[in-house]
């Protein structure tokens, strides 16, 4: 199906683990972030790029690694996991980068780690 | 610090009434504004967005207003629906930095 989708939904993992959640499209849109949503804070930038193989940091961005080698995919790497990423991770993808500036958003990974 | 602010975390209203949700920022350097709704256990959906150059933009039951004096704007729906019950977060960008609002959820009551 075309659209955004986000794997795994769910995820429980351990602190100083290492934990990549997968984002895809299939529009073939040029841009896609990645966004936490905590309560409190709203949605915050992680990261985002601007094309296969431009990314560039977002608010939020340290513990955090992304790669984007394909136009579709653009996973994101918690490297070594701590409480404090317990979260609610949404991709998204846009277009180009000028107005409206609308984003699609994928369904969210809520991610816990213990 | 939060450069984007939504202070009312929650708003009732009934159905057929204006539902008003409102958004400061503090940032001048912002020059698009949007908003997003979300309901539960989905990502958000784009709504409308509006230029730092105008002041208002309307998309039918939805019109954003926009106060760079007061950097303030809000989000008019008339008449709310039922359905209109959902988070709705504002957010606004420099260009590729975006930011978000800590969200209002809205009641519409039948």
């Known amino acids: 199906d075309a659209g955004i989708t986000q794997s795994p939904r769910y995820k429980i993992t351990e602190t100083g683990r290492q934990v990549t959640l997968m984002c895809h499209q299939t529009?073939?849109?040029?841009?896609m972030f990645w966004y936490r949503q905590d309560l409190g804070h709203g949605l915050r930038l992680i990261y985002y790029s601007a094309a296969a193989d431009i990314t560039d940091k977002g608010e939020v961005s340290d513990g955090y690694v992304v790669s984007r080698s394909k136009t579709e995919n653009f996973p994101l790497t918690l490297e070594s996991a701590t409480r404090s990423q317990t979260s609610v991770y949404f991709c998204a993808s846009s277009e180009n980068s000028g107005a409206p500036y609308e984003q699609y958003f994928g369904p969210g990974t809520r991610l816990t780690v213990t | 610090d939060q450069q984007v602010k939504q202070n009312s975390p929650s708003l009732s209203v009934q159905e057929g009434r204006i539902s008003i949700l409102n958004c400061d920022y503090t940032?001048?350097?912002?020059?698009?504004f949007l908003w997003y709704k979300k309901y539960p256990a989905e990502g958000p959906t784009f709504l409308i967005s509006i230029s730092s150059i105008k002041d208002k933009n309307e998309d039918g039951r939805f019109t954003v207003f926009l106060n760079k004096s007061a950097k303030h704007l809000s989000l008019h729906i008339v008449p709310s629906q039922p359905g209109d019950s959902a988070v709705y977060f504002c957010?606004?960008?420099?260009?590729?930095?975006?930011?978000f609002g800590t969200g209002t959820s809205l009641t519409v009551i039948p």
């Open positions: 957010a606004a960008t420099t260009g590729n930095q975006f930011y």
């Open positions: 940032n001048s350097m912002f020059d698009y």
């Open positions: 529009w073939s849109h040029s841009y």
